[in-house]
């Protein structure tokens, strides 16, 4: 489908993701880098030569649902909604669809507790960790315990009812040294310290490893007034280093666990060899594209990799990977309680 009604007259983009520039002839790479939220984001330059930034489900919205491109503080009443969740998933014919904010908000799944001061529940002598609630309102809630008393016990580390009660610190992380974000992020108020272990304490006491969004860890605090998202293993690096990322480059986990923020674990590497990377410790399989196929006349699916395909269709790797061998005839069950039929792309 054309952006061309949108003002962005030279690029097409298809039901998949992809995009298409008709001018330099070039479709987009296959496998996109997602944004601190887990979402695929690209860059288009309008018809009068200005570049805007937006997620693949915008422009698809635009394109497929003739959804409003909206900028600065303008909002869409409706935008698109990923159905299984999974922000990563960009197929129009079966996880997009327009919807309201509140139609968004129940398809979430969302935790009755919000992470917030980690509290512990110690034996008298603070040796041996009972139990951890990731909240004060946890604690006070499977305690049956006022919150005020929750923070009273911490603060004064006396005993109740045979237990004593106290915050997570810093020697709880088992991180010897952490580095304050005052230096290299003046902006960002109020401050913040990492540590080498990959941990990041608020100014309010609050540890936090950061929010899981798509493969890799995000977290958010304020700078001038607004909410700003980045990537805990880019800040991690960058706090430690003691400088920015330069123009070109990007952090890389070593052991390709975007979950590992430890500062032993990141380098700064082009994105180029953070994919051969990948490839050599077999968990990117770009070069390893296959077509899922359907039983009845629903066209077939072609996912970049054989992670991709699994993560996206909740079909076990091992078994997948026994079809692409010729060692099993299907895989992946549909709702009709058939096995999808699988092969590699060639071409």
């Known amino acids: 489908m054309s952006l061309k009604d949108h003002k962005f007259g030279i690029y097409e983009i298809s039901s998949i993701g992809r995009i298409y520039n008709i001018k330099t002839h070039k479709l987009s790479k296959d496998d996109p880098m997602l944004d601190s939220g887990g979402y695929v984001r690209v860059l ?6 200005n570049r805007k930034g937006k997620r693949i489900a915008t422009w698809q919205g635009a394109a497929f649902f003739d959804l409003k491109l909206v900028y600065g503080k303008e909002r869409n009443p409706i935008t698109i909604d990923h159905i299984n969740r999974n922000r990563a998933d960009n197929y129009v014919c079966c996880n997009l669809r327009p919807a309201t904010k509140k139609e968004q908000v129940l398809n979430q799944t969302r935790s009755k507790y919000h992470h917030g001061k980690t509290v512990y529940k110690t ?5 041996t ?4 609630y990731i909240s004060i309102n946890q604690a006070s809630d499977l305690l049956k315990m006022d919150v005020n008393r929750i923070k009273k016990f911490c603060d004064s580390g006396e ?3 045979g237990y004593k009660l106290r915050f997570m610190i810093r020697e709880d992380t088992d991180d010897e040294k952490w580095y304050s974000s005052e230096t290299l992020y003046p902006e960002y108020q109020p401050s913040f310290w990492v540590s080498a272990g990959g941990w990041i304490e608020r100014h309010n006491g609050v540890f936090t490893k950061g929010s899981f969004s798509g493969k890799y860890y995000s977290f958010g605090f304020s700078a001038n007034n607004d909410r700003v998202y980045h990537f805990v293993h880019d800040v991690v690096w960058e706090i430690i280093t003691g400088r920015k990322i330069r123009d070109g480059y990007e952090i890389s986990h070593i052991n390709d666990k975007g979950r590992d923020n430890r500062y032993v674990n990141l ?17 990117h399989g770009s070069a390893v594209k296959v077509r899922q196929i359907f039983h009845d006349e629903t066209p077939s699916r072609i996912y970049f990799s054989v992670k991709q ?3 996206m269709t909740g079909t076990a790797r091992w078994s997948l990977k026994e079809v692409l061998k ?4 299907g895989a992946g069950d549909c709702k009709c309680g058939l096995r999808y039929h699988w092969e ?3 071409k």
């Open 123 to 127: 034996s008298l002598d603070s040796k």
């Open 344 to 346: 590699i792309v060639t």
């Open 44 to 49: 288009l330059t309008n018809d009068d030569g």
């Open 309 to 311: 395909a699994c993560e």
């Open 129 to 132: 960790i009972l139990e951890k």
């Open 267 to 283: 380098e700064e590497d082009t994105h180029p060899n953070n994919m051969m990377n990948a490839v050599k410790l077999g968990n």
């Open 159 to 161: 005993e109740v009812d």
């Open 326 to 329: 010729g060692k099993k005839s």
